[in-house]
């Protein structure tokens, strides 16, 4: 090939090339602009994470939410003067703890192989009556949830994370704001957990006194207590 048209067909491509730019800096500006904001939504708890909507939206199929652990009676709090370690022994197998928490009853029970152990009284959330649906609504969500983490905490003894949002916390959360039950900025929440009291106020359980932004609260030696005998991963089932 004659070396002016071998020039030409450089520059030609170089041409096209220079056209095409533009578009993949588009692109790339585009992509970066929609990972940006769904990181800062994200954040916000303004939008479902990504490793949750197959979940959510039912595609791996929905998890029945239906109670797992055997009803007990209304005024029953089982082994209260008793420990936990006199009733368990150590060497149990944790996957088979689980906790069951009632609301209406102020009662958190410890469950073996779903046999019930020991009760405790508890309080929740400033506005204990309903399920949460966003953030700053003061309720303690209700459902079927698991440790996420657990560790100790300078004002409240201990700290048990539990892992709400679920997929089914989202889509209540979700309903709620088609119904216009909740404003659409309204932002789903997150750091529940069951943790102890301010160091000498007892007297809030004792007198249960819901006094939590969401969180389910014990005496700071019961939630000691049952701080040993739960895992990550522990099953903890919330009714109202």
Not at 11 to 27: D, F, M, Q, T
Not at 158 to 181: A, C, M, N, V
Not at 198 to 214: A, C, K, N, V, Y
């Amino acid at each position: 090939m004659p070396s002016d048209k071998k020039a030409n067909s450089v520059k030609e491509y170089s041409a096209a090339l220079g056209s095409r730019r533009p578009r993949w800096i588009a692109v790339g500006l585009l992509f970066g602009c929609v990972a940006t904001g769904y990181f800062l939504l994200n954040r916000l708890e303004m939008i479902i994470p990504i490793t949750q909507l197959p979940a959510v939206a039912c595609l791996t199929g929905c998890e029945d939410d239906s109670p797992i652990h055997p009803a007990m009676e209304t005024a029953t709090f089982l082994n209260s003067e008793q420990s936990l370690s006199a009733l368990l022994g150590e060497n149990i197998d944790r996957e088979q703890v689980s906790l069951l928490i009632e609301k209406a009853a102020h009662r958190v029970t410890v469950f073996y192989e779903l046999e019930p152990i020991k009760s405790y009284e508890a309080v929740y959330g400033t506005a204990p009556v309903g399920d949460k649906r966003f953030e700053g609504d003061r309720k303690t969500p209700e459902g079927i949830f698991r440790i996420r983490d657990l560790y100790p905490h300078e004002e409240w003894a201990k700290f048990i994370w539990l892992d709400y949002p679920t997929p089914q916390s989202w889509r209540r959360h979700l309903q709620s704001k088609l119904t216009g039950e909740i404003g659409l900025l309204a932002t789903i929440g997150s750091e529940i957990g069951i943790h102890g009291v301010p160091e000498g106020s007892d007297r809030l359980i004792d007198t249960r006194s819901d006094w939590t932004w969401g969180c389910i609260s014990l005496k700071n030696a019961d939630v000691n207590e049952v701080y040993e005998y739960v895992s990550h991963g522990t099953v903890i089932e919330i009714l109202p």
